[in-house]
């Protein structure tokens, strides 16, 4: 009923993985391949978790019907 007020999980994650990926562009362009591999790994990390909550939103959209 009230879900014009809810929050979007996704939204904060997908900004955060943004930021990520721009970072390790960075690191990568500037030579810094150790730091691009780190940013790399935590980006896809949060990719995986928005793979998930995307995932749940589905599997309770498909319950309600």
Do not use: C, V, W
């Not at 978790?49 to 995932?55: D, G």
Request: glycine fraction near 2%; charge should be positive; charged fraction near 25%.
């Amino acid at each position: 009923m009230f879900s014009i007020f809810k929050k979007n999980p996704t939204k904060k994650l997908n900004k955060l993985l943004s930021i990520k990926l721009e970072q390790a562009m960075h690191a990568q362009r500037n030579g810094d391949i150790r730091t691009y591999s780190q940013l790399s790994f935590e980006a896809d990390q949060i990719d995986q978790q928005i793979a998930k909550i995307e995932a749940q939103n589905t599997d309770s959209h498909l319950n309600k019907n």
